[in-house]
């Protein structure tokens, strides 16, 4: 088989289960988790690197910004063989008790994004595999480290999410608002495969707070800590699948 056109890997290059964050930094950071950490290939917005965690082999593969680029990497990705997704990324809370720095486990994500709709209905629910959400809430627990279970909304345009939106969000009991988890949960689904995600809140929608709007820096340090956090669980989980 041929190199992938985005990804650059080929079939037998990569583990079966991968973390997807979505920032390319993000990888390297997992990687200092593992052992035994290699670049396998680097293109565009896409880095993807080999290791091993707990004795487990495992591949971590960043998927930029939104749900097209995350779309193409979970087709690229299941075309040469992973089989789990777990999304390891940051979000927006919608629900006042919803702090900077606290873990979300999505048990499903509003499809308010394009990219899904090309592939079927908006009424087909994009929800990840049980195994993989049940085996994030469990490593959480493992790690004493509390977690908001609960549906999510999956957005496009992060300067449009108006106060109508956010309002409508909460309004419907969504826990946060992120870019890429319904386009991984719909793609894991539709080719029978398994998807999760945890992410870390770095900003309260309700509260009128995004991230990078108090510090000089992207991620508030709470958040930044707590990513760390969710990497580890996200590990964790891995080598139970």
Known sequence: ??????????SGELADVALVPGDPGRVDRIADHCDDARTVAENREYKLVNATYGGRELSICSTGIGSPSAAIAAEELAAVGVETFIRVGTTGALQSDIEIGDMIVATGAAKDEGTTKRYEAATVPAVPDYDV??????????????????????DDAFYAESDEYVDAWSEAGLLCVEMEAAALFTLARRKGLAAGAICTVDGNLVAGTQKGETDAEELP????????RAIRIALDAVTEL
Do not use: C, F, W, Y
Request: overall charge neutral; proline content about 8%.
């Open 221 to 228: 340090e709470k958040a930044k800590n707590n990513v760390g």
């Open 133 to 154: 959400l049940s085996t994030l809430v469990d490593a959480a627990e493992t790690r004493n480290a509390p977690v908001h279970v609960g549906p999510i909304a999956t």
């Open 1 to 10: 088989m041929a190199k992938q056109p985005h990804l650059l890997v080929e």
